[in-house]
C-alpha cells in the first residue's frame, strides 16, 4: 500500500524565459497578477511531454480498479461521480492536441479528468529531477490574505467567518481594520461573488479537489486558501480574479489571492508561508528498505517522561488524566527515531490505566511499517484482515503474475497457503464477475488473503502488555484527511471495533456526513512495468494508481463494493474544528467528554464497537475479549453479548458471532490470558512479502 498524492510540482524546459517568466522566476512577492497569468498560459513544453501524459492516462484505464465502479458508485457516495473512463479521456486527449503544448492547456485538463475520481491514490507527479530543465512553477504559491474560519455561532449554528492571517497582511489598512473588527464582533460573511459563503470556499478548488465529501473539501480548502497551495494546478479564473465578499451586516471587502514564489528573492519583511503537509508518496524500494532497517528495532534507552511531550515525532504524555499521543505524519525522516518514541509512548501508557487519545492531525500517511507499529502496538488484540483483488486486464496480468504482485495474496480456499510462481497462473485463470447494477458488469480475480506468515517475530515484544486497553478506553480523533497509511490505521480501528473513531473540524450545512479516512488501497507507478512509459522521469513526472481492490473479509463473497467505495462513518463528531491549529488541552477536553459519554452511551450504526465486560460471556472457546453491542437507542445493551476479540489463530466472524479458524494469523499462540503480544496487521504482512519478492 504506497500513498500518493498529486504534488502539483512543474517542471520547465530550458528554452528561455519570457520577460513574463523572469518576472516570476525573480520576485518573492508576485503583485502583479497579469504578468504571473501571462506567464502561466504562455509557457510551452516540447510536445513528447504531451504525448508520454497521454500514453500513461491509457495504461492506467487498464490497470485503474475502479474504472467500472465508477459507471456507477454506490447510492449514498455523497460526491457521486459517475465517470466512464474512455469517453473522460478521448475529451482529455481532445483538449491536450489543442492546447500548443503550453503547460496549464496540458495540466489541467488532465488534473481535472484525475481528480473527479476523488482519489488520492491516482494521480501525477511532475517534479524537478535536477537533469538541466527549467522549474520555475514548483515553488509559485497561493494564498488567501485572510483567514477564514467554520466556527459554532451564539446558538450553535455554524457559521463562517474571516479573520487576519498570521502569515501575510492584507495590502489595505482600511480592510484589515474592517476584517478584525467584524471578526471580533463575530460578524460572520454569508457570501462570496454573491455565492453562499459555504459553497464558495468549499468548491474553490472546484473538481480538482481529491476528497470524497463536500465536508472533507471544505475543510481541506480551509486548510490549503489559510496557509498556501500550489498555484498550477488550479483554476485561473479565481486565481487571477477579484472576489467580493459580503457580511452578515452587509458590509463588504474585496480581494485577490496573494502570490508568493518561494524560491525569489525574499526581503526580510516578507512573510513565511506555511503550506498544509501533502499525502506522503514512499517508493516500494523506501517501504522495503524501510522494513528492512526496522526488522531488528531495539528500544533506546528511554529518555525523562518530561521529554516526551516535545518528541520531535510523536508527542505524548499524560494530562488531566488522559494519556495522548499525536501523529501528524508516518513519513519521518529518522525512522529509527520515529519508532523509539512511539514505543516511549506507548511503554508509558503501558504503566497507568488511563484512557488513551490518538490525535492525526493533518496525516498524509507515509511508511505502511510504522502505521503497522502504531496500530498494533495500541491494539495488540485486534485481528485486522483483508481481501484482495485485481481487475482482469491485460495490464494487470504484467503486473499481478508477469511481475509477481499476485504473490502477495494467499489462497482462500487452500489453506491460506501464498501464491507462488507454479500457483499464481491458476489464480489468474479463474475469473469473477460482479454485477455492479445499472448493466455495468466488474470481471476481478478471486479474492485472496492480504496476509503472510513469515513476519518478523521482533516486532511483537514492543506494545502496550500489562494494561491493554478496552475498545471504548482509546479515542481516536480524525479530522477526514487522514490518507494512505493514516486511512489503513483508522480503518483499521473501525473495521475491528478497537476503539471510539471521533471527528473534528467542520460539518457541512445540511449533510453531516464525516469520511474517517481515505485511499485503503494499493499503489504502483507506471513506469515500473510498463517499457512505453519508462521515460516518465527523464521528463521529470510519474504516474501512480491504485493496482488492486480490496475487501473487508467480513463481507460475503457475494459483496462486490471495494473498501475504498465502502466508506467508514466516524462514531461522533467530536465539536473540535481546528486541527491544523491543534490546540491540546482543549481537544483533550472535548476526548475525556467522549470518553465519559461512551461510558454509557453508544453509536447505533457501529456494532462492532462494543462494551467490553467481565459480565460478558460466550461459550465460544476460543473468544478472548467479550462486550455489550450498542442498542438502537443509542446506549449499551446488557441483554446482547458479542464477541470482540478471538485468540490467535482464529478470528471474528462478525455475522455469526463466532471465533473462526484462520491459518492466516501471524499473532504469537495464546498464553491463556487476554492480553497477547501485538498482532500483525495484515495489509502490511503483504506488504513486506510483496516487497521481498520484488527485491
Known amino acids: ?107 489541467r485538463p488532465t488534473m481535472k479528468f484525475i481528480n473527479s475520481f476523488h482519489d488520492g491514490h491516482f494521480g501525477l507527479s511532475v517534479y524537478d529531477p535536477s537533469k538541466g530543465k527549467e522549474n520555475i512553477f514548483s515553488s509559485v504559491y497561493g494564498i488567501l490574505p485572510f483567514f477564514w474560519h467554520v466556527l459554532p455561532d451564539k446558538n450553535g449554528d455554524l457559521k463562517v467567518y474571516i479573520g487576519p492571517s498570521s502569515i501575510v497582511d492584507f495590502p489595505d489598512e482600511a480592510t484589515l481594520e474592517l476584517i478584525k473588527n467584524n471578526f471580533n464582533a463575530k460578524v460572520a460573511v454569508t457570501e462570496v461573488d454573491g455565492i453562499d459563503a459555504f459553497k464558495f470556499f468549499s468548491e474553490f478548488f472546484e473538481d480538482y479537489d481529491i476528497m470524497k465529501t463536500l465536508r472533507g473539501s471544505l475543510q481541506r480548502t480551509q486548510y490549503s486558501t489559510n496557509n498556501g497551495f500550489k498555484l498550477l494546478s488550479y483554476p485561473m479564473e479565481k486565481l487571477f480574479t477579484t472576489h467580493t465578499v459580503k457580511y452578515s451586516d452587509g458590509t463588504t471587502f474585496t480581494f485577490v489571492v496573494t502570490i508568493i514564489n518561494t524560491n525569489g528573492s525574499r526581503s526580510r519583511s516578507d512573510p513565511v508561508i506555511n503550506p498544509v503537509p501533502e499525502v506522503s508518496f514512499v517508493s516500494i524500494k523506501e517501504e522495503r528498505d524501510a522494513v528492512e532497517k526496522l526488522k531488528h528495532f531495539v528500544m533506546k534507552k528511554p529518555g525523562s517522561k518530561a521529554s516526551r511531550s516535545s518528541h520531535k515525532y ?72 483483508e481481501l484482495g483483488a485485481f481487475r482482469k486486464t491485460d495490464s494487470n496480468e504484467i503486473i499481478a503474475v508477469e511481475n509477481g504482485y499476485a504473490l502477495s495474496l494467499a489462497d482462500v480456499d487452500n489453506d491460506c497457503q501464498d501464491y507462488t510462481q507454479k500457483t499464481v497462473d491458476k489464480f489468474w485463470e479463474k475469473t469473477d464477475v460482479d454485477d455492479l447494477g445499472n448493466g455495468v458488469k466488474h470481471s476481478r480475480t478471486k479474492k485472496g488473503f492480504m496476509v503472510y506468515k513469515d513476519v518478523m517475530s521482533e516486532y511483537f515484544q514492543f506494545g502496550l502488555k500489562k494494561n491493554i486497553r478496552k475498545p471504548t478506553d482509546v479515542i481516536v480523533v480524525t479530522d477526514g484527511f487522514c490518507f494512505s497509511a493514516c486511512s489503513i490505521f483508522v480503518d483499521n480501528v473501525l473495521r475491528t471495533g478497537s476503539g471510539i473513531v471521533t471527528g473534528a473540524g467542520p460539518t457541512y450545512p445540511g449533510d453531516e456526513r464525516f469520511v474517517a479516512a481515505q485511499c485503503p488501497s494499493a499503489v504502483v507507478t507506471t513506469d515500473e512495468y510498463f517499457d512505453e512509459v519508462k521515460d516518465n522521469d527523464e521528463h521529470g513526472f510519474y504516474f501512480a494508481t491504485p493496482v488492486f481492490e480490496t475487501y473487508n473479509i467480513s463481507q460475503s463473497e457475494s459483496e462486490v463494493i471495494p473498501t475504498d467505495y465502502d466508506v467508514m462513518r466516524i462514531d461522533k463528531h467530536l465539536g473540535y474544528y481546528d486541527m491544523m491549529n491543534l490546540n491540546l488541552e482543549d481537544v483533550l477536553d472535548h476526548t475525556k467528554a467522549v470518553y465519559k459519554e461512551f461510558q454509557t452511551k453508544c453509536n447505533s450504526a457501529n456494532q462492532r464497537l462494543l462494551m467490553v465486560s467481565d459480565k460478558c460471556e460466550s461459550d465460544d472457546k476460543h473468544a478472548l475479549d467479550v462486550g455489550y453491542a450498542c442498542g438502537s437507542n443509542g446506549e449499551w445493551d446488557d441483554k446482547k453479548c458479542l464477541i470482540a476479540t478471538c485468540e490467535p489463530g482464529y478470528y471474528v466472524d462478525f455475522e455469526s458471532n463466532k471465533c473462526v479458524e484462520c491459518n492466516c494469523d501471524v499473532r504469537p499462540p495464546a498464553s491463556g490470558a487476554a492480553t497477547v503480544g501485538p498482532v500483525v496487521t495484515f495489509m502490511l504482512v503483504a506488504i513486506i512479502s510483496l516487497l521481498n519478492i520484488i527485491f
Open 314 to 385: 510523536i508527542p505524548c504524555g499524560l494530562k488531566n488524566d488522559m494519556n495522548y499521543i499525536v501523529i501528524n505524519s508516518f513519513s519521518p525522516d529518522d525512522l529509527d527515531a520515529f519508532a523509539d518514541e512511539l514505543a516511549e509512548c506507548i511503554d508509558d501508557f503501558d504503566q497507568n490505566d488511563k484512557p488513551i487519545s490518538v490525535l492525526l492531525p493533518m496525516n498524509g500517511g507515509g511508511y505502511i511499517i510504522l502505521e503497522y507499529l502504531a496500530f498494533n502496538w495500541l491494539f495488540p488484540n485486534a485481528d485486522f484482515r
Open 1 to 107: 500500500m504506497l500513498p500518493f498524492f498529486v504534488l502539483s510540482t512543474v517542471l520547465l524546459v530550458a528554452a528561455g524565459l519570457s520577460s513574463d517568466c523572469q518576472y516570476v522566476k525573480s520576485k518573492y512577492m508576485l503583485s502583479d497578477v497579469d504578468t504571473v497569468k501571462s506567464c502561466f498560459e504562455s509557457y510551452t513544453l516540447d510536445k513528447s511531454f504531451a504525448d508520454l501524459i497521454v500514453s500513461n492516462l491509457e495504461i492506467i484505464g487498464d490497470v485503474y480498479p475502479y474504472v467500472d465502479i465508477a459507471r456507477n458508485p454506490p447510492q449514498d457516495m455523497q460526491r457521486r461521480n459517475v465517470i466512464y473512463y474512455q469517453a473522460k479521456l478521448a475529451e482529455v486527449k481532445k483538449d491536450i492536441s489543442n492546447s500548443g503544448n503550453v503547460i496549464s492547456k496540458i495540466f
